[in-house]
């Protein structure tokens, strides 16, 4: 079977709103390599977006789910329980940024986490609107879509869609939004649209994934922690692809001097298994009625075999560490090629999670064509990329934390081949 027919054959069967960027097709996989089913080799600089931290198919996961496949797969943790989701519930809490008592819920998705998160700070709190950021991403779920701050391709022709939630622009300096900025648009909030004692929560990834991988400044950070506090708010940490080693913590919220109510957890949680998770505040998640969180799947046992093999590996490998050397790595290549690459406007990242935009350089301007030129020639050469950002000139780097030393040093001559070339 040749990638054309595959092709041909998605074309007939799929629907045209589920996106493919690759023409190419899968065959097999191994740490930050992927194969096509034409046997062309491919460097995976994408990782699933963000799901691989731990690489394809590492061995302690492969051992862990044949050791569960070998027991059970399926009861529905609400018919009958097992150990291993209340292990993983304890890991997660003992984790997680903060000493206070916690409890975690585990479900499917990252759209699933950030929805139940939702509905837990309106339990919780007795109230029903959220504030989320311009640029956010939290989903293609209908909450999710209302949270997320990028209309282009996540809302158009979905709506109308969830009310009360509110949007302020997101601090980014390089767009000419600083901090004060933010804070007095959510104060304006607050004036204009909604009373701040009517407001369940506010939601934020610490890092922002698609959006365009912005850091949110501590200072931010310490703010609307005041504010949540002074309202009786909940803060809410999307850590769906920012959590386990991609920023060189575990969690990208140990870079602030800030505990959030709740957190948001998905993609390299389970190394390729489908499994989230919400972790918060005890009293907090214990708002909701029984019954009222849960799901058929949420809490996969195989999920969760993977999920606890992944724990033991960021430890035992030391990929929070990785992830900082790696990523000092490719930053300082990029900026290294900054004068032969004037389209670069801005090097940046927070440990492995790294990202490069462009702009063009008579008028400053985005520049998504060059964004896109760079991606298509580094995927020729056998290099697979991720854009993002609001004006889709952003290539997010999301590589394997396990990957060789060799095989990064492939990468970055191919990247660099590519930027010269566009």
């Not at 490998?317 to 300082?332: D, F, I, K």
Request: with cysteine; hydrophobic share 45%.
């Amino acid at each position: 079977m040749t990638n054309i027919e595959l092709q041909q054959r998605k074309n007939a069967a799929t629907p045209r709103g589920v996106g493919v960027m690759c023409q190419f097709y899968a065959a097999h996989a191994q740490n930050a390599e992927i194969w096509d089913v034409e046997q062309r080799r491919y460097i995976d600089f994408a990782a699933g977006i963000a799901v691989l931290n731990t690489g394809h198919r590492h061995p302690r996961l492969v051992a862990a789910i044949e050791s569960q496949l070998a027991k059970f797969t399926h009861s529905c943790y609400q018919v009958v329980p097992y150990e291993s989701y209340v292990a993983l519930a304890e890991r997660i809490n003992r984790i997680t940024p903060g000493q206070h008592a916690k409890k975690t819920a585990l479900f499917s998705t990252g759209a699933e986490a950030v929805e139940n998160a939702i509905k837990i700070a309106r339990a919780a709190t007795g109230r029903s609107a959220v504030i989320a950021f311009t640029g956010g991403f939290h989903g293609r779920t209908m909450m999710g879509m209302a949270l997320t701050g990028k209309v282009a391709p996540y809302k158009l022709g979905f709506g109308p869609l969830p009310g009360e939630v509110f949007h302020v622009p997101f601090p980014v300096e390089l767009h000419g939004v600083t901090v004060a900025d933010s804070l007095a648009a959510l104060q304006y909030v607050f004036k204009c649209d909604v009373d701040p004692q009517r407001v369940a929560a506010i939601i934020l990834e610490p890092v922002q994934g698609e959006g365009g991988f912005y850091a949110a400044p501590p200072a931010f950070m310490i703010a609307l922690r005041k504010i949540c506090d002074e309202h009786g708010i909940l803060l809410i940490a999307d850590e769906v692809q920012t959590g386990f080693a991609r920023t060189g913590r575990m969690f990208a919220m140990e870079h602030y001097d800030v505990i959030p109510d709740l957190m948001t957890m998905a993609k390299s949680l389970a190394g390729g298994m489908p499994l989230s998770a919400v972790c918060g505040r005890a009293e907090i998640m214990d708002a909701p009625a029984p019954g009222g969180l849960g799901g058929t799947y949420a809490g996969n046992p195989l999920a969760i075999a993977s999920a606890l093999a992944v724990l033991e590996v960021i430890e035992d490998e030391q990929l929070c560490e990785r992830a900082s050397v790696l990523g000092e790595r490719l930053q300082q290549r990029l900026r290294s090629l900054r004068q032969q690459v004037p389209q670069i406007a801005d090097v940046r990242g927070l440990g492995g999670m790294v990202a490069v935009e462009f702009n063009e350089p008579a008028s400053n301007k985005p520049s998504p064509d060059f964004t896109k030129k760079v991606q298509t020639l580094a995927l020729e050469k056998g290099l697979l990329l991720l854009s993002c950002g609001v004006y889709s000139n952003v290539i997010r780097f999301l590589f394997p934390l396990t990957i060789s030393d060799a095989t990064m040093t492939e990468a970055l001559d191919v990247l660099e081949q590519a930027l010269i070339e566009a």
